[in-house]
C-alpha cells in the first residue's frame, strides 16, 4: 500500500550526500529494481546521486526503498527547466499508486518551495509509461508535450525548445528533433532488456520504430502560467487532487531512469552554462 511508505526530501548538491547514505541507495535501488542493470549504471556514473537538486525517497516500514524521484534545474531558451533525471519505482509497489503519491509530494511539498518555477520539464527515457504519464500531465495542466507521437506533427516551437534543451541535456549527442531521439546517449546501452509496455501499443510502437537500445526519447512538457504566482499555485493543486484521486495512469514497470554520460563543457555548449545565476534572476 502506498500509505506504507514515508518520503523523504535530500538535497545532494545543497548539503551533499555522505558516502554511506549514497552507498546505501546505490544498493537499496538495485535490490527493488532487479529487472533493471542498475549496478551496472552505477560503475558507468558512480556519482550520479549527487548531481540531482533534490531526490524523493520513499521508503518501506523496513526502510527498504519503494521509490526514487530525481530532479535538477536547468536553464533553457530563458526559461526554468526541471529536469527529471531518476524515477523508479521498486517492483513490489508498481501500480501501488506510488508513482502518483510521489509526483503528489514533487508537485505540493517540493516545488512551491523551490526558489524556481518549472516552464519546462524535461525527461529523456526508453520508457512508453513515462511519455502516457507526461501526456496525462499536460491534458490536466493544460500543457504542450514534445513530441507528439499520436500524430507525427511536431508544433514548430516546441521542436525549437526541444533542441535547445537537447543542447542543455546532452550537448555531446546527436538529437533528431523530427521523432525526439537522442542517440547513443543511454548509460549503460542495455539499461533495458527490452522497451516496456504492451506489445501493439501505438506508444510502444514509436518507441521500437525511432529508438535503438542506447537512445532515448527526449520529452519535453510546456506548462502555462508560471509567469503569475496565482496560476502556478492553481495548476499545483489541480494536479495534486488529480494525483491524489488516481487520475494519473499507474505503472507496471520500474518507470524511468536517466542514465546519460556525466555534464561536460564541450559539445554544443548548454551543459557548461552558470544555471544558478540565470534561475536566481528567474525566481519568483
Same mark, same amino acid.
Given at each position: 500500500?502506498?500509505?506504507?511508505?514515508?518520503?523523504?526530501?535530500?538535497?545532494?548538491?545543497?548539503?551533499?550526500?555522505?558516502?554511506?547514505?549514497?552507498?546505501?541507495?546505490?544498493?537499496?535501488?538495485?535490490?527493488?529494481?532487479?529487472?533493471?542493470?542498475?549496478?551496472?549504471?552505477?560503475?558507468?556514473?558512480?556519482?550520479?546521486?549527487?548531481?540531482?537538486?533534490?531526490?524523493?525517497?520513499?521508503?518501506?516500514?523496513?526502510?527498504?526503498?519503494?521509490?526514487?524521484?530525481?530532479?535538477?534545474?536547468?536553464?533553457?531558451?530563458?526559461?526554468?527547466?526541471?529536469?527529471?533525471?531518476?524515477?523508479?519505482?521498486?517492483?513490489?509497489?508498481?501500480?501501488?499508486?506510488?508513482?502518483?503519491?510521489?509526483?503528489?509530494?514533487?508537485?505540493?511539498?517540493?516545488?512551491?518551495?523551490?526558489?524556481?518555477?518549472?516552464?519546462?520539464?524535461?525527461?529523456?527515457?526508453?520508457?512508453?509509461?513515462?511519455?502516457?504519464?507526461?501526456?496525462?500531465?499536460?491534458?490536466?495542466?493544460?500543457?504542450?508535450?514534445?513530441?507528439?507521437?499520436?500524430?507525427?506533427?511536431?508544433?514548430?516551437?516546441?521542436?525549437?525548445?526541444?533542441?535547445?534543451?537537447?543542447?542543455? /541535456?546532452?550537448?555531446?549527442?546527436?538529437?533528431?528533433?523530427?521523432?525526439?531521439?537522442?542517440?547513443?546517449?543511454?548509460?549503460?546501452?542495455?539499461?533495458?532488456?527490452?522497451?516496456?509496455?504492451?506489445?501493439?501499443?501505438?506508444?510502444?510502437?514509436?518507441?521500437?520504430?525511432?529508438?535503438?537500445?542506447?537512445?532515448?526519447?527526449?520529452?519535453?512538457?510546456?506548462?502555462?502560467?508560471?509567469?503569475?504566482?496565482?496560476?502556478?499555485?492553481?495548476?499545483?493543486?489541480?494536479?495534486?487532487?488529480?494525483?491524489?484521486?488516481?487520475?494519473?495512469?499507474?505503472?507496471?514497470?520500474?518507470?524511468?531512469?536517466?542514465?546519460?554520460?556525466?555534464?561536460?563543457?564541450?559539445?554544443?555548449?548548454?551543459?557548461?552554462?552558470?544555471?544558478?545565476?540565470? /534561475?536566481?534572476?528567474?525566481?519568483?
Amino acid at each position: 500500500n502506498v500509505t506504507d511508505a514515508s518520503i523523504e526530501v535530500v538535497r545532494p548538491r545543497q548539503n551533499g550526500l555522505n558516502a554511506a547514505c549514497e552507498h546505501d541507495l546505490q544498493n537499496s535501488l538495485a535490490d527493488a529494481v532487479p529487472d533493471l542493470r542498475i549496478e551496472e549504471m552505477f560503475r558507468w556514473r558512480p556519482g550520479l546521486l549527487r548531481t540531482y537538486d533534490h531526490l524523493l525517497v520513499a521508503r518501506a516500514p523496513n526502510g527498504t526503498i519503494a521509490g526514487v524521484l530525481g530532479c535538477t534545474w536547468r536553464a533553457c531558451a530563458q526559461l526554468s527547466l526541471l529536469h527529471v533525471g531518476i524515477h523508479m519505482i521498486a517492483s513490489q509497489y508498481r501500480r501501488s499508486g506510488l508513482f502518483s503519491e510521489l509526483w503528489r509530494h514533487e508537485i505540493t511539498e517540493v516545488l512551491p518551495r523551490e526558489p524556481y518555477r518549472p516552464s519546462l520539464v524535461g525527461v529523456k527515457t526508453y520508457n512508453p509509461i513515462v511519455y502516457r504519464a507526461m501526456q496525462t500531465f499536460a491534458r490536466l495542466a493544460g500543457g504542450q508535450l514534445y513530441p507528439d507521437v499520436d500524430t507525427n506533427k511536431q508544433d514548430p516551437e516546441l521542436v525549437k525548445l526541444a533542441t535547445q534543451a537537447s543542447m542543455v /541535456l546532452a550537448p555531446e549527442h546527436a538529437f533528431d528533433a523530427t521523432t525526439g531521439a537522442l542517440r547513443a546517449v543511454g548509460m549503460p546501452p542495455d539499461l533495458y532488456q527490452d522497451i516496456p509496455g504492451i506489445e501493439g501499443q501505438p506508444v510502444r510502437q514509436y518507441f521500437q520504430r525511432h529508438l535503438n537500445p542506447g537512445d532515448r526519447l527526449l520529452c519535453l512538457l510546456r506548462f502555462p502560467g508560471f509567469d503569475d504566482p496565482a496560476g502556478a499555485h492553481q495548476l499545483f493543486s489541480s494536479l495534486a487532487v488529480a494525483l491524489r484521486y488516481g487520475r494519473q495512469q499507474p505503472s507496471r514497470s520500474p518507470v524511468t531512469i536517466d542514465s546519460e554520460p556525466a555534464m561536460s563543457n564541450r559539445g554544443r555548449g548548454g551543459a557548461g552554462m552558470d544555471t544558478t545565476k540565470f /534561475l536566481a534572476a528567474q525566481a519568483p
